[in-house]
């Protein structure tokens, strides 16, 4: 049988309050979601990009409000890999935690090879591969120090997007023809195609979850965090999206293109170095996350112990950096910008829609939210699902049989 975790396992520090936990989910959020997933959206829907920010960003809500109340009740580090071993069953738990793992590893990817682009494109792959070097270096420091770097960034990020929107918003009242169609019965397939895509765009929240360990008054701060974080990057979207479409319609491809259209080049230069420091917080804010779910699959014997080990001077689990930075260049390596971003959508609402399966257990007295929530964040996740491309379906049931096959096999091996 599988080691389950213990007691006596050294914990992580509690070391984040409010702030804190609400710009760790905005720097997991804002870099790949608004310099790259609003371009894609709108591309598939035009004007209804839009709504289906909009529907994209309530799904992620009742999500997010099933993550809190999960984190608050169980705050320990691993997610909804942690919540599935608890209310579900382990293979089940296994899933989630496997399917987090490859879907994010693909988004720390792209972000290191999106930053490589904006600052060094003719060597983008010595570039990422470095990024990948510094960041994990930096996580190996401690939370605190990494914490403290990540609200730098994420304040210049939304610095410069709230001066595109302000120096763009002028332009819409010329050009309300570039929102059409808002809305079209006929083209609601293209809508909920969006919509499933730029979910993803939203699910950095789900770092204010797995480092539910580090958390302090996780129960009262967790739900705030979620509710806080997403409220911000659904207005955050809304705008910079009505901008980009008032100033260049549907058929953009980054936003400092368009700064640069409208603006100038200064403006178009504060956008590229947004988009690069963006980068560098979403890959920080992952290497941070991930490193905690492979620590608690560690604990509970679903990967080597060794990547359960914590270090005493730091509280950071050192073994378990290192591995998802490794995973994280091999896939850098890869380079294929397409293939990561298109299976996350899937492996993604399937890790949620068992996020919100688990909520729905919860009892009574654990509950801080009516069960509906989590039904609609269920129902949700699976519907949006049957709209991504069918090959990216495969290569996700894919991964969730081989990640069942290394399960059985691991624990053959370690536990006879």
Request: charged letters at 10%; aromatic letters at 8%.
């Amino acid at each position: 049988m599988p080691r389950v975790a213990k007691e006596e396992q050294p914990s992580l520090k509690r070391v984040i309050g409010l702030p804190g936990a609400v710009m760790l989910g905005l720097g997991s959020i804002i870099g790949t979601g608004v310099f790259v997933s609003l371009a894609i959206g709108a591309d598939i829907a035009d004007g209804m990009v839009l709504p289906a920010i909009a529907l994209a960003g309530l799904v992620a809500l009742c999500n997010g409000l099933s993550s809190a109340q999960l984190a608050a009740d169980h705050p320990v580090s691993g997610g909804t890999y942690e919540y599935g071993h608890r209310w579900l069953n382990p293979s089940l738990g296994f899933v989630a935690g496997w399917m987090f793992l490859c879907a994010k590893s693909a988004s720390a990817a792209t972000a290191a090879l999106g930053f490589a682009l904006y600052v060094m494109p003719e060597q983008t792959l010595p570039m990422a591969l470095g990024l990948t070097v510094v960041i994990t270096g930096l996580a190996l420091t401690g939370l605190q120090r990494s914490n403290a770097v990540n609200t730098i960034i994420v304040a210049l990020v939304l610095l410069s997007l709230a001066a595109f929107v302000a120096t763009g918003a002028p332009a819409l009242a010329q050009h309300s023809e570039r929102f059409e169609p808002l809305f079209d019965s006929q083209r609601l397939p293209d809508l909920l195609q969006a919509a499933a895509l730029m979910f993803v765009a939203y699910t950095g929240y789900g770092r204010i979850a797995t480092m539910g360990e580090e958390v302090r008054e996780p129960r009262r701060i967790i739900p705030r965090a979620m509710i806080l974080t997403l409220t911000a990057t659904l207005i955050l979207y809304l705008a910079v999206a009505t901008v980009a479409l008032g100033n260049a319609g549907s058929e953009f491809d980054s936003l400092a293109n368009i700064a640069q259209a409208f603006s100038g080049s200064t403006l178009a230069n504060a956008l590229t170095a947004g988009a690069a420091i963006a980068m560098v917080s979403v890959l920080l804010n992952l290497v941070l996350g991930l490193s905690r779910v492979v620590l608690a699959m560690g604990r509970r014997g679903d990967l080597p112990e060794a990547t359960a080990n914590i270090r005493e001077s730091t509280g950071v689990p050192v073994t378990a950096t290192l591995v998802v930075s490794a995973f994280i260049a091999g896939l850098v390596c890869i380079g294929d910008f397409k293939l990561t971003w298109s299976f996350s959508a899937f492996t993604v609402l399937v890790y949620y829609a068992l996020t919100n399966l688990c909520a729905i257990r919860l009892k009574p007295e654990e509950r801080l939210y009516p069960v509906w929530i989590s039904y609609i964040g269920l129902i949700a996740c699976l519907s949006l699902a049957f709209f991504v491309e069918w090959r990216v379906m495969l290569i996700g049931l894919g991964l969730i049989a081989s990640g069942l096959v290394w399960k059985a096999a691991f624990n053959r091996a370690t536990h006879g």
